[in-house]
């Protein structure tokens, strides 16, 4: 069935304030910079609600982040879309209502990037009437700043009453500082995701899972090591239809999709998030799966294509908002 024909309702809440942005302290090029409480974007998937909830908006400087490419095939694939470096990332969290849950996938930056940069997380979910201490349960898909770090502000768990699951060798690694000497990877990574996720373990509040698990009623999750060692698709079933919460298989449309070979600093197994990558856009292009990707511009919802040329087009979710007749 197409999921688009069950797409009951999008709201826009809290009206269109724009606002300009001049405090933000970092060079984003010519593109005039507006913050905008989007609140969230509402879609039915079977018998659950999903929303997708904006925790604002980064720059990205693309040279620097990306690898395997050039700074001239960058700027052609930019240019193809009318963008340039550095380029504005959403940072997007998913809310799934199923009978007696309230499920969140991902939780933004919190305080982890600093004032204006992210962490809106809560004010969005405000914007529904969503309290933190309603979340009953967190799927992360990994165990990075920009998902994790929602988790707590000033040290205490955010989410009083919620469960988190997690890929278990993302806290394997995240929790074991040798793993930094062994492998290089930036330091900063298990500084956050100690920070974020510490409390969380002391309090007895993490699930981990490995390879593919059932984890709540039509939630499976399955561990795709590549970007982090523990990263994970979360796949809900419901009803029928099916939506994939895919985490950070891509983080730039207009270069990834034409080209999945792209990697970015961020991958701890470079070649490994390619290959996870290639095989996902193949197949959810193949079964036409709809995905949610927390750094699609929001809200982040839609369908993957063969583009026909080694490549694949993104194709945005159909904008629905109008009372159900
Ligand atoms: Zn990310």
């Known amino acids: 069935m197409n999921n688009l024909k069950k ?8 009206g269109a304030l724009l606002q300009s942005s001049a405090s933000l302290a970092v060079s984003v090029g010519p593109q005039h910079v507006l913050s905008q409480q989007a609140g969230g974007y509402r879609i039915q998937v079977g018998d659950a609600q999903i929303t997708s909830f904006t925790d604002g908006t980064v720059p990205q400087d693309l040279y620097t982040l990306f690898t395997q490419t050039t700074r001239q095939h960058i700027d052609g694939l930019l ?59 967190v799927l992360l898909t990994h165990a990075h700043s920009d998902h994790e ?15 988190v699951y997690v890929g278990k060798p993302d806290i394997d690694f995240f929790f074991n500082n040798e793993n930094q000497q062994k492998t290089g990877y930036d330091q900063q990574h298990f500084d956050f995701a100690q920070r974020a996720l ?59 999709f034409p080209d999945p070979s792209i990697t970015i600093t961020y ?6 998030a390619a290959k996870v990558r290639k095989n996902a856009f193949r197949e959810f292009a193949r079964q ?32 629905t908002n109008r009372t159900a007749q």
């Open 267 to 272: 991958d701890e197994d470079r070649p490994q």
């Open 288 to 319: 036409g799966e709809m995905i949610a990707a927390p750094h699609l511009p929001w809200p982040g919802i839609g369908h993957i294509a063969d583009n026909g040329h080694g490549g694949y087009n993104w194709i945005p979710v159909n904008y």
């Open 149 to 163: 770090g929602g988790l707590v502000k000033d040290g205490q768990r955010v989410f009083t009453n919620a469960t």
């Open 79 to 137: 240019a193809k879309n009318y963008q340039s470096n550095p380029v504005e990332v959403s940072i997007n969290a998913f809310l799934i209502e199923l009978p007696g849950h309230k499920i969140l996938v991902d939780t933004g930056v919190g305080q982890l990037f600093g004032p204006g940069l992210g962490g809106r997380l809560v004010e969005s979910l405000a914007t529904r009437g969503i309290r933190p201490e309603d979340i009953t349960e």
């Open 198 to 256: 510490g409390p969380y373990l002391k309090a007895g509040k993490i699930k981990t899972f490995s390879a593919t698990e059932t984890l709540l009623p039509d939630i499976t999750g399955t561990v795709h090591p590549g970007h982090t060692p523990g990263s994970a698709f979360f796949t809900l079933n419901s009803a029928g239809e099916k939506i994939v919460f895919v985490g950070d298989i891509i983080h730039v449309a207009a270069v990834q």
């Open 7 to 14: 797409v009951v309702s999008a709201l826009v809440f809290s």
